[in-house]
């Protein structure tokens, strides 16, 4: 896969996911460093579930798995279950080489079981009601549109018993070791929010998970909750590495992603421009600001 086309430009998928990154080799790259970077920020776990209680699980599923990373370290950690990857967008080559023999790739949107259609089968063999003993999903806030239908599906999908953790980000920012808001002012956040509303996209996909685990009649047994640093500090040791990530890999790929956000919710270039500059400055304006991760584990009864 590609960095660009003949043109130079990025590549995106050609689906009717709501996601809104681009879809090639730069981009394969850059979750792969945010996957470490997460690691690292959990205190060295990629996952909190309790796996404990998943030794015998025999069906499992990474929702939007992206380059496959964690599809094969939940496959590693529950080797008597069939572990599911699923995403919009073929997994590498070299991941499907490498992963264990428990591992499954599957492409296609979760919102999509429903569809009888062909791009809808593979969804409801992984989603058939009552066949899941463990649902993990991780940064899906640029990708799903519907977020009480993904946790509905989850919820008839799970085994009573079944675990279901979900990790990901608010859209808003805070001061360091805090939750000082500074966001609320700028006015190139706004916008983006505006345009990522007018997507369907939601702006508290980590902090409002909860409230809608349990109105799908999941029972949430834990809430952590990360700081998901743009720029290092001292004082959130365990986010140091986050902040290394977003300077190398995410902040050169901000422009696109404003672009894409705010040229879809009818935004001029000049208007793009200016609020692209705006949030450049503001999101690196000091140390240790940051995005909250929140990672939510809910039980089916």
Not at 231 to 253: D, F, I
Not at 263 to 282: N, P, T, W
């Amino acid at each position: 896969m590609g960095d660009s086309n003949e043109n130079g430009e990025r590549q995106y998928h050609n689906t009717n996911s709501a996601y809104v990154l681009p879809n090639d080799a730069r981009e394969q790259d850059r979750l792969d460093t945010q996957a470490a970077a997460i690691v690292e920020m959990l205190g060295g776990a990629p996952f909190l579930a309790p796996f404990e209680g998943l030794k015998n699980a025999s069906k499992a599923v990474d929702v939007g798995c992206g380059t496959g990373v964690a599809t094969v370290q939940i496959a590693n950690k529950i080797p008597s279950a069939k572990v599911y990857g699923l995403d919009i967008s073929p997994v590498p080559p070299a991941v499907q080489k490498i992963a264990p023999g428990n591992a499954a790739w599957a492409i296609g949107n979760v919102l999509d079981v429903d569809n009888k259609e062909s791009e809808g089968e593979a969804c409801q063999e992984i989603f058939a009601p009552s066949g899941l003993d463990y649902v993990f999903g991780r940064m899906l806030f640029l990708g799903l549109n519907d977020w009480s239908r993904y946790f509905s599906i989850a919820s008839r999908a799970l085994k009573s018993g079944g675990i279901i953790e979900h990790q990901d980000l608010d859209w808003a920012f805070y001061r360091v070791a805090s939750s000082e808001c500074l966001s609320d002012k700028w006015e190139w956040y706004q916008a983006v929010v505006s345009g990522l509303k007018k997507a369907g996209l939601s702006t508290r996909s980590g902090s409002g998970a909860a409230q809608l685990m349990a109105e799908a009649g999941l029972e949430v047994i834990g809430t952590h909750t990360f700081e998901f640093s743009f720029v290092p500090s001292t004082k959130t040791p365990n986010s140091q590495a986050m902040g290394r990530y977003v300077q190398a890999k995410l902040l050169p790929n901000y422009p696109e992603l404003l672009r894409k956000i705010l040229s879809d919710s009818g935004a001029s270039e000049e208007e793009i421009k200016r609020l692209s500059e705006q949030c450049l400055r503001d999101i690196v304006s000091e140390e240790g600001i940051h995005q909250k991760y929140t990672v939510t584990i809910a039980r089916k009864p």
